[in-house]
């Protein structure tokens, strides 16, 4: 039972030592019995924390964006590069290939979450207002990997405590059926409210000087507000009626929330009129950041390589939009060194920008068109910076944004009685429209408000890992439904949900696979 205790917490101070991005000391390894006795080593835990996080981004992008029918789908790109995701992409998962195995690891987060919840608690080493900001940290941590996981799975095993470090350890005990999906949302809700309250009027949170790459009671009202409009808008598979019990109360909670957020005064737009200043590695910790996957220099950077072209193949034989070729010192305009392009955006998904949307030329990199007249769509969002003649990709990966909660906000104003969204669809369309603004001003000539939503989402968070859930939560999932092609009957709803590896049932009988695999 010791060594399994030990264990534990040897892993996570290997990865605590890793964090170089919170100015982190190396520190020697810690067991059980004299951890949790200091300032330093609950700091140290808590960004250790921050660093599983960051290992899991592209999960977190997968999940929220990979099935949203915006990527080129074939098995060989347009620059010879396999595409391991297929089965995502075309919507065509199975049990064989699910391609997220083992819950995406987030399990293992979780347990250290749950182990710090234990801790933090009697650690006499911390005053209350900072034990009050870590249990409200963790609970919104924790959260944040549990909506992932329901958004994605439905019904998931719901684990509250580090089991393996409670003294009562048996292989057998950690077995655990899957919870119900009304079990999980209602979980959800209890654990990002336990969040907020344990934040709640805490000084030592108003005035944190942490950076946006730091949970925060912002977050966790980003995330609060997240929760309860999922709930007000969308069905367990196979349901009738929505996850919330009183649709109005909870929205206006969640308008509360983000209002919340505005009216702290350290958010806003970075700003009015540029869009690339938002992601730009100089502009870092901008106002419009609410919460951040950071990634720097000499230290870690993202997968987002894998949305350029690979340097074996340059650009040598393809134009850009206005059909010059790219030859001679242009053939890497971008200056990359050894980049694969595993995930492109159609053509199609490319056009639903309009040329007056400043949106589209700061997302996108260029158009490539080859001579059978296909063309490769990539991604200029994170294009990172340069050292020593060498592009490496290193910008903030946005979680949440203030422009999303204008979007929340709109969407929220729109359902409660009353509401109007106009004010926070058009603070987005302002910025992308600029000089175009009055002729793409919300509402356009037989415009709704969630159509209008759901296109300024599509175009604002290209990337960021939301537009799938978007397409589940909004227009009753039937956009979402509509991508499943392989499939039909009930099979439709249920393969909204992703299957779970083989694998996972052999380790524990009680797990059960998604309905319809």
Same mark, same amino acid.
């Given at each position: 039972m010791k060594s399994l205790k030990n264990i534990l917490l040897v892993l996570l101070i290997g990865v605590i030592q890793?964090?170089? /991005?919170?100015?982190?000391?190396?520190?020697?390894?810690?067991?059980?019995?004299?951890?949790?006795?200091?300032?330093?080593?609950?700091?140290?835990? %808590?960004?250790?924390?921050?660093?599983?996080?960051?290992?899991?981004? &592209?999960?977190?992008?997968?999940?929220?964006?990979?099935?949203?029918?915006?990527?080129?789908?074939?098995?060989?790109?347009?620059?010879? !590069?396999?595409?391991?995701d297929i089965a995502a992409v075309t919507n065509n998962l199975s049990e064989a290939n699910p391609v997220i195995g083992n819950w995406g690891n987030f399990y293992m987060d979780i347990m250290q979450i749950n182990h710090a919840i234990q801790s933090v608690p009697s650690c006499g080493a911390l005053s209350d207002n900072e034990k009050n900001y870590y249990m409200g940290m963790l609970h919104g941590l924790r959260s944040f990997y549990y909506f992932h996981l329901f958004r994605t799975y439905g019904g998931i095993p719901l684990i509250e405590t580090a089991r393996v470090m409670d003294g009562n350890f048996t292989p057998e005990r950690l077995n655990q059926p899957r919870a119900t999906e009304e079990e999980v949302y209602n979980f959800l809700v209890r654990d990002i409210q336990t969040s907020d309250n344990y934040y709640e009027g805490d000084a030592y949170t108003i005035n944190s000087t942490d950076k946006s790459s730091y949970w925060s009671k912002a977050? $966790?009202?980003?995330? &609060?507000?997240e929760i309860?409009?999922?709930?007000?808008?969308?069905?367990?598979?196979?349901?009738? @009626?929505? /996850?919330?019990?009183?649709?109005?109360?909870?929205?206006?909670?969640?308008?509360?929330?983000?209002?919340?957020?505005?009216?702290?005064?350290?958010?806003?737009?970075?700003?009015? $009129?540029n869009f690339d200043n938002i992601f730009d590695v100089r502009n870092r910790d901008n106002k419009e950041m609410i919460?951040?996957?950071?990634?720097?220099?000499?230290?870690?950077?993202?997968?987002?390589? !894998?949305? %350029?072209?690979?340097?074996?193949?340059?650009?040598?034989?393809? &134009? *850009?939009?206005? =059909?010059?070729?790219?030859?001679?010192?242009?053939? *890497?305009?971008?200056?990359? !060194?050894?980049?694969?392009? *595993?995930? !492109?955006?159609?053509?199609?998904?490319?056009?639903?920008?309009?040329?007056?949307?400043?949106?589209?030329?700061? $997302?996108?990199?260029?158009?490539?068109k080859i001579?059978?007249?296909?063309?490769?769509?990539?991604?200029?969002? #994170?294009? =990172?910076?340069?050292?020593?003649?060498?592009?490496?990709?290193?910008?903030?990966?946005?979680?949440?944004?203030?422009?999303?909660?204008?979007?929340?906000?709109?969407?929220?104003?729109?359902?409660? *009685?009353?509401?109007?969204?106009?004010? #926070?669809?058009?603070?987005?369309?302002?910025?992308? +429209?600029?000089?175009?603004?009055?002729? @793409?001003?919300?509402?356009?000539?037989?415009? @709704?408000?969630?159509?209008?939503?759901?296109?300024?989402?599509?175009?604002?968070?290209?990337?960021?890992?939301?537009?799938? +859930?978007?397409?589940?939560?909004?227009?009753? =999932?039937?956009l979402a439904k509509a991508l499943q092609t392989n499939v039909s009957g009930q099979l439709v709803e249920q393969h909204l949900l992703w299957p779970i590896d083989a694998s996972l049932m052999s380790k524990d009988p009680t797990v059960k696979q998604t309905l319809g695999y």
């Open positions: 890793s964090c170089d /991005y919170l100015e982190l000391k190396p520190i020697d390894s810690y067991s059980i019995s004299n951890y949790w006795n200091t300032k330093d080593q609950a700091e140290r835990f %808590m960004r250790g924390l921050h660093y599983r996080v960051r290992e899991r981004q &592209k999960v977190f992008f997968q999940m929220g964006e990979i099935r949203s029918g915006i990527f080129y789908g074939a098995n060989s790109s347009l620059f010879n !590069q396999s595409l391991a977050a $966790t009202k980003m995330l &609060k507000a309860l409009l999922w709930g007000c808008k969308v069905k367990p598979i196979g349901g009738t @009626n929505v /996850y919330s019990k009183n649709i109005q109360n909870d929205l206006q909670t969640a308008k509360t929330a983000l209002e919340d957020v505005v009216k702290c005064g350290k958010y806003g737009f970075a700003s009015e $009129t919460f951040v996957i950071r990634y720097m220099l000499n230290e870690k950077t993202s997968f987002f390589s !894998q949305f %350029m072209y690979p340097t074996n193949t340059n650009l040598v034989g393809f &134009k *850009n939009a206005e =059909g010059v070729d790219f030859k001679d010192n242009n053939v *890497n305009p971008l200056n990359l !060194q050894g980049t694969a392009s *595993n995930y !492109q955006y159609t053509k199609e998904f490319f056009d639903t920008f309009s040329k007056d949307d400043i949106r589209r030329g700061s $997302t996108f990199f260029d158009v490539y001579k059978d007249g296909a063309a490769a769509i990539l991604l200029n969002k #994170y294009k =990172g910076e340069m050292e020593n003649n060498v592009r490496k990709f290193t910008n903030d990966w946005p979680v949440y944004r203030y422009a999303d909660l204008q979007l929340m906000l709109a969407e929220i104003n729109a359902m409660i *009685n009353g509401g109007d969204p106009a004010p #926070y669809i058009n603070a987005i369309r302002k910025r992308a +429209y600029g000089s175009n603004y009055e002729a @793409n001003k919300y509402p356009r000539e037989g415009e @709704n408000a969630e159509d209008a939503i759901l296109e300024e989402r599509s175009k604002e968070f290209v990337g960021e890992g939301k537009y799938w +859930y978007d397409l589940r939560r909004m227009k009753d =999932g039937e």
